[in-house]
């Protein structure tokens, strides 16, 4: 029998040292990349799941690089575009500023991922914690980094923001997000490998845009110290200006909880299983100071400031599960679908023989369903049925019905796409990843959402949650 699915769960949620936790949805999976050397002797660990509660892990992401002196691996994080994944890694020595952001790549999550030899801050003495951004308002990438900022006051190390003109390319124009301003920002006073400096730090960065927003997570102070916590600032462009208006007395989303987490911070932000809540992903220490172990915890918005009810250590619901999901790849689960004939599974995932329509649930009124696929043929379409509404991708562009936005010129129809359609009364909006969304008025009424398919059409997965 298989095993029963966890109703609680409580922090940490893998139980060994994995700093600085980027997560990466991707599939309706959950992929992590921590600092750290894995068991396989290769840097930055990595992780799967499916509920952010409980990670399987697949060894590490890279081999040391045949460089001399590059001691230090910090603080990867991954984007996904038009088929491959990029990881953006910072590496040095453990006694010495030069520190450089880099960049490898691979097909897969999981790898196998291999450095891009390209050193992307060759004009930086210190870069680190290098975080890739894709606005949603255009589509243009950025690379959110911390370098060091030796002016006082506040001497130390502040974040900056570059555009990416390729995925392995900066600008080389960085413009300032934010610089330690703040005493609970202290690194540590007088210190020596700082030319005796009075060091503070901002480090970790993390953007999201809400409501035409853009708030940009933060790490402040020292990590191994108390003082370590997590604020925000905001800025109506990525560029900025940016401001920080709300922790200067002290972190605001993350702090230390004596007697249960010691330094919590360096966060990335997730969407939940249910395709509606988020979550913040983070380490903490533990009391002993053994680790920097992997947490989580609700994150919610009062209008676009951040809210997070932690870092918690008592037992918590676990993340919701979608109503109906399925991996189509993988064999049928006791939840998934039953699949008709047309279909059928595949390692590509599932694929329709003709034009093809799949019914998922029972009919409703509010929903989101969240599915990805590819096509083998630049013309083919595919997308979502809600009734006799047609979400489709394909041709070059994201229509419902006759309201479209058109998709990049180097849009590939043969890598995966992230579609979300989210349906509230007569309001229907869907997303393509960070392209920009369509919406559409429609009739009200419970319809039966469906997956719809041209020939030559996989579907990696699908999610659909009922709304209130």
């Known amino acids: 029998m298989p095993k029963p699915a966890p109703t609680i769960y ?11 936790p980027f997560v990466l949805r991707h599939g309706g999976i959950y992929y992590a990349y921590g600092t750290g050397i894995s068991d396989d002797n290769r840097r930055f660990p990595i992780l799967s799941s499916r509920n952010l509660v ?52 691979a097909d897969h999550p999981i790898g196998p991922w291999q450095d891009a030899g390209v050193d992307l801050t060759p004009h930086e003495i210190f870069a680190i914690d290098g975080h890739p951004f894709q606005d949603p308002a255009d ?15 506040f001497a130390g190390t502040g974040i900056v923001v570059d555009r990416l003109v390729a995925m392995d390319r900066l600008e ?25 400096l009075d060091w503070y730090t901002i480090e970790g960065p993390f953007v999201l845009r809400v409501e035409n927003r853009y708030v940009c997570f933060y790490s402040g102070g020292r990590y191994e110290n108390p003082n370590y916590g997590v604020g925000y600032a905001h800025a109506d462009h990525p560029l900025g200006p940016w401001v920080d208006d709300s922790n200067r007395d002290a972190p605001l989303i993350l702090r230390t909880i004596p007697e249960h987490v010691l ?21 903490g220490w533990d009391l002993e100071g053994t680790g920097r172990y992997p947490r989580i915890d609700p994150l ?24 109906l999901v399925d991996w189509f790849a993988e064999e049928r689960s006791l939840e998934g679908l039953e699949v008709p004939s047309g279909w059928r599974r595949s390692s590509a995932g599932l694929q329709a023989s003709g034009n093809g329509v799949l019914a998922l649930g029972d009919p409703a009124e509010n929903l989101v369903l969240e599915t990805a696929a590819s096509a083998e043929n630049p013309d083919a379409e595919w997308g979502v049925n809600l009734g006799n509404h047609e979400v489709r991708v394909g041709r070059g562009v994201l229509r419902i019905g006759d309201r479209e936005a058109r998709l990049p010129s180097d849009f590939r129809p043969d890598a995966l796409h992230h579609l979300r359609v989210c349906r509230r009364g007569s309001e229907l909006v869907a997303t393509l990843e960070a392209f920009p969304s369509v919406t559409a008025r429609i009739s009200a009424g419970p319809v039966t959402p469906a997956l719809s398919a041209s020939p030559g059409t996989a579907f990696s997965h699908v999610a659909l949650t009922y709304l209130e």
């Open 10 to 20: 409580t922090n940490p949620v893998y139980p060994r040292d994995f700093p600085d």
């Open 54 to 105: 409980d990670w399987e892990p697949h060894g590490g992401a890279l081999d040391p690089l045949a460089h001399p002196g590059l001691e230090e691996y910090w603080a990867p994080e991954v984007a996904y575009r038009e088929g491959r994944f990029y990881m953006y890694y910072a590496t040095g020595q453990t006694e010495n500023p030069d520190h450089h952001m880099r960049l490898a790549v």
């Open 139 to 153: 589509g243009q990438w950025y690379l959110f980094y911390a370098r060091d900022e030796l002016e006082p006051p």
């Open 172 to 196: 080389g124009k960085p413009r300032p997000v934010l610089r330690p301003y703040a005493e609970w920002q202290v690194f540590e006073l007088q210190r020596a490998v700082k030319q005796g």
């Open 263 to 283: 330094g919590p911070g360096h966060n990335s932000v997730v969407l939940g299983p249910d395709l509606v809540s988020q979550y913040i992903v983070y380490h």
């Open 300 to 323: 919610r918005w009062e209008g676009w400031r951040p809210v997070c009810e932690g870092a918690s250590s008592d037992a918590r619901p676990v993340p919701r599960m979608p109503d």
